[in-house]
């Protein structure tokens, strides 16, 4: 067997495997690496019916759960509302006057291209992704929800110079007060809902909270519809203590084959968030009430997560305060980390979850020395490659051993020649005798392979990244290279990798290991700078290891 050639296969699996994998993110598919687990739940015949209506669905603890008659969105009153604006360090929402929701968040610190603040949260005629919450109940179409006019109570700064605003709506017997409140430097918006019944309902009364987007991606660079840019996963997600992290694809809602949790237990923690690159928004209830959580489709290119809460019979004249929270902000892992139990899980590393954090660790531990991600990222290249080095030694000392006794093998070959079996046999019993292991320049690859798939997914994932300088052309380790200068050195330095390593015996093998700089410089050109860099580093640091183990075993490069 050559085992070059199950090397050279392994190299060639994986780019077409890297580069499928793109393709299916760039067409909303799940991805290969990163797609979430599915849930077994059953998906109810009430929440398919949900998906063609505006209305969230009504949760009963005694029957099963059934439409309550919500009006629809009406877009152009929320587009011509009296707008409210809420403002800290970091974050700046409007809240519109009509439903009381967060139509418009920028995120103050994370600028675009052109140095204006992203705008996350919108409510345009070409982008709708926006916050909502209400009340519903069984029989009461008429209560406050995301459609109904607000009018402002009270605005300023609290005792603790927070700032806040209270809008307030009545109909149908029960008065909703929202109060949206601000922490400094903070993403998180605390959300207080106060009910107060002021009539004589005994219906009792769910208080639900929704984010609502339409299905549209994230501009991508490159040509060919940005199939060969790097895409990362956007749709909705739900998280429950039992369950875990589960992604909805937009396909599989329009299909209605998504299945998710369908209830929170009280003390167990719950949440919906909408996921893209860099960003994600959610809402986080509290946790002392059973929770019901939904999705779907409500029109044409517009889906929501939610989650509601029943807050039972509110008695005449007494007051029911659920609070939540809304997080709308970048994945920054350790701010993540701090707001919610599996909250980390947004900035989504798929399933080499184990390997990507640890190293992204590591990553971080080095920028708070150097202060730079460019130097950081050269730095953990170079960490990783001595790490592997003793790997990379018995890699290349089993394939000169392998190259040595090419000879013999061809000539059993030859001798064996339509005995298949017979020649199996002659090769193990020279393996060991030579006391050569086949697989040893194998295997050392393979092991290597999901390191650098994580370190792929950690540097395509991590919003540090986004907006970083590294040094004079590269101001954005984030996009790609500007004048794809790296991409270029990438590709020298990959054309010299294949000099030093023994040309293959097969002149079609030879050929394709020629090739090979091209097709990966060309994939290259419109990736990320940050990912440009490691692979550069990584082969400029394999040349010099290379020349290292050549001189080590005592063998010149083969021209």
């Not at 398919?48 to 603890?61: E, F, G, N, S």
Request: glycine share 6%; with cysteine; net charge positive.
């Amino acid at each position: 067997m050559d085992f070059k050639k199950t090397i050279l296969w392994a190299v060639f699996s994986l780019s077409g495997l890297m580069l499928y994998n793109n393709w299916l993110v760039s067409e909303g598919r799940p991805s290969l690496f990163g797609g979430g687990a599915s849930i077994n739940a059953p998906t109810t015949s009430e929440q398919t019916k949900q998906a063609k209506t505006d209305a969230p669905v009504a949760a009963t603890l005694s029957s099963a759960p059934v439409i309550a008659q919500t009006p629809t969105v009406n877009s152009g009153s929320i587009e011509s509302s009296e707008k409210f604006v809420l403002q800290n360090d970091v974050l700046a929402l409007e809240i519109s006057a009509n439903g009381a929701n967060v139509i418009d968040a920028k995120l103050l610190k994370e600028l675009t291209v052109d140095k204006k603040p992203v705008e996350l949260l919108q409510y345009n005629q070409n982008h709708k992704y926006f916050a909502r919450s209400g009340l519903i109940a069984l029989g009461n179409s008429d209560l406050p929800n995301h459609t109904s006019a607000f009018k402002l109570q009270q605005s300023g700064k609290d005792g603790s110079g927070r700032p806040f605003i209270t809008l307030f709506s009545e109909r149908g017997g029960a008065k909703l007060e929202k109060t949206f409140t601000l922490n400094p430097g903070s993403y998180v918006v605390e959300v207080e809902h106060r009910v107060t019944q002021i009539g004589t309902a005994t219906t009792p009364l769910v208080l639900y909270t929704e984010i609502v987007r339409d299905a549209m991606q994230e501009a991508k660079i490159g040509p060919f519809n940005g199939a060969f840019s790097a895409s990362t996963f956007t749709g909705p997600a739900v998280y429950t203590d039992k369950e875990k992290f589960n992604k909805l694809q937009f396909t599989d809602i329009d299909k209605n084959k998504i299945s998710i949790p369908t209830l929170a237990p009280a003390g167990d923690s719950a949440w919906v968030a909408l996921v893209q690159h860099y960003f994600a928004s959610a809402w986080i209830p509290g946790d002392k009430l059973t929770r019901d959580i939904y999705a779907g489709k409500i029109d044409n290119n517009l889906y929501r997560v939610g989650i509601q809460t029943p807050l039972g019979v509110v008695a005449q004249g007494a007051t029911v305060v659920e609070k939540a929270r809304l997080f709308i902000g970048p994945q920054e892992e350790r701010v993540l980390e701090t707001i919610a139990p599996g909250f980390a899980l947004l900035k989504d590393y798929g399933y080499l979850t184990i390997l990507a954090k640890p190293i992204f660790w590591l990553l971080e531990k080095i920028h708070a020395y150097v202060g730079n991600w460019g130097w950081s990222i050269i730095l953990l290249t170079i960490l990783i490659k001595l790490a592997f080095f003793p790997l990379s030694a018995a890699s290349y000392k089993s394939m000169a051993r392998m190259k040595e006794v090419q000879p013999r093998l061809a000539s059993m070959k030859e001798q064996f020649k339509g005995e298949p079996q017979k020649l199996n046999q002659a090769m193990m019993e020279m393996y060991r005798k030579e006391k050569i292991n086949p697989l040893g320049g194998c295997l050392p690859v393979v092991i290597q392979i999901p390191v650098f798939i994580s370190l792929y997914w950690v540097l395509l994932s991590s919003v540090e990244m986004r907006g970083a300088p590294w040094v004079l052309w590269i101001q954005d380790l984030s996009v790609p290279d500007p004048y794809y200068i790296l991409p270029v050195i990438m590709a020298v330095s990959m054309f010299v990798q294949t000099k030093l390593n023994p040309t293959p015996p097969d002149p079609i093998q030879a050929k394709v290991m020629m090739y090979m700089p091209i097709l990966f410089s060309v994939m290259f050109f419109f990736f990320p700078a940050g990912l440009v860099l490691y692979w550069v580093v990584n082969n400029l640091l394999s040349i010099a290891q290379q020349w290292q183990i050549n001189n080590m075993f005592g063998k010149k490069p083969t021209k």
